[in-house]
């Protein structure tokens, strides 16, 4: 049996466990008020292909069903409110995207910890193919287009280049990174602007393929992130407090999603396009989620977490004053109830639970 590991005060982990007893009795209580669960969407990620799959084939619900409740769904929507601000506004309860994009706004208090790895690669960093840069080894005294200053394609470089012996701190800081729009990134390259960018699928490989830029890291395939998970399932501290057996739910369900999409790659990216998640050519999509793994883990997505915690401490990233082993202990959790992670068959359309921490992809 799984211990339950939740953040913060006696307090919460009391609450978690007086909820976790009585949530069946409230569930088969047809007078009880019904909880529900807010679960993020967004549309125009084909990264997102879990949350989608979980949405449309029922995942969601069914998980959700069986302990009396029901899902809603709050879509974050481009140029308007960001996901961290609906989560501190407390429009959402749960939901999934790039990890490291949300580190420091954690350390300096967006209520969620992580629950489970959902998928590994996605962002991948390009020069122009007359560039003399061969290799993160490259880029001291270099310009970095990105898609903003705290996102996960910073994150990733920072750690790269730390490894590298190329200054990412402030009192020794020798790249420069600079915001772009993720759909001018590519010209912001073809025109000289930055020397290098750091983009996330599909806009990476779009780029790519319109502008034969050269690839010079893919967090996919490179030995430092070939294990570590881009993207994990998220709670709010509120809902591990009032509702751990909701937060167990979403996050199995978006385990299983993530199982499918890695046998099913193709009715994946069929399944975004026929409801109008993702625009695009369906054979290109289907061969990117191919190529990204989407085989969920609760132990390696925390083993990513702690590595990158402590390297980004070490970037100064994250403060030095920081509580690392806290910061870690509350940003990542084991809930009772959900496995290591699912495997999907096709030929049976059955989940078989993975279980026991991996050390590895």
């Known amino acids: 049996m799984k211990k339950l590991t939740v953040i913060g005060t006696a307090a919460i982990l009391t609450a978690a466990v007086m909820f976790s007893g009585c949530a069946k009795k409230e569930g088969g209580n ?78 300096n208090g967006l209520p969620i910890s992580f629950t489970s790895g959902i998928h590994t690669g996605c962002t991948k960093y390009y020069v122009r193919a007359d560039s003399d840069i061969y ?80 690839k010079i890291l893919d967090t996919g395939t490179d030995e430092k992130f070939r294990s570590e998970y881009c993207c994990q399932q998220f709670v ?25 999409v890695e046998a099913e790659p193709r009715a994946a990216a069929q399944l975004q396009i026929e409801n109008d998640f993702v625009a695009g050519d369906l054979d290109f999509n289907a061969a990117l989620l191919e190529e990204l793994f989407y085989q969920p883990s609760r132990s390696l997505g925390k083993k990513t977490f702690e590595a990158a915690a402590r390297q980004l401490q070490e970037a100064g990233v994250l403060k030095a004053s920081t509580n690392i082993e806290k910061f870690i202990e509350d940003g990542y959790i084991e809930l009772y109830g959900v496995p290591d992670g699912y495997v999907y068959d096709s030929a049976t359309k059955t989940y078989s639970e993975v279980n026991g921490s991996r050390s590895s992809l």
């Open 30 to 107: 047809a007078n009880a008020e019904q909880k529900v669960v807010r679960i993020n969407f967004s549309t125009g990620s084909l990264c997102h292909a879990p949350v989608h799959v979980a949405m449309k084939l029922g995942l969601f619900d069914e998980e959700l069903a069986a302990i009396g409740q029901r899902a809603e769904y709050v879509q974050v929507v481009e140029g308007g409110a960001t996901l961290g601000e609906m989560i501190a506004s407390g429009k959402v309860d749960a939901g999934y995207g790039l990890y490291a994009t949300q580190l420091q706004a954690m350390e």
């Open 135 to 214: 290799s993160a080894a490259d880029l001291r005294g270099k310009t970095i287009g990105v898609p903003g200053l705290a996102d996960s394609a910073v994150m990733n470089l920072k750690r790269k280049l730390l490894d590298e012996g190329i200054g990412v701190t402030a009192d020794n800081n020798e790249v420069e990174f600079i915001a772009y729009a993720s759909a001018d990134l590519a010209i912001a390259l073809n025109n000289g602007a930055v020397d290098v960018i750091g983009a996330h699928d599909p806009v990476a490989t779009k780029g790519e393929l319109a502008y034969g830029f050269r």
């Open 236 to 260: 709010t501290h509120k809902l591990l407090k009032e509702n751990p057996e909701g937060a167990a739910a979403v996050t199995r369900a978006l385990q299983k999603a993530a199982a499918y």
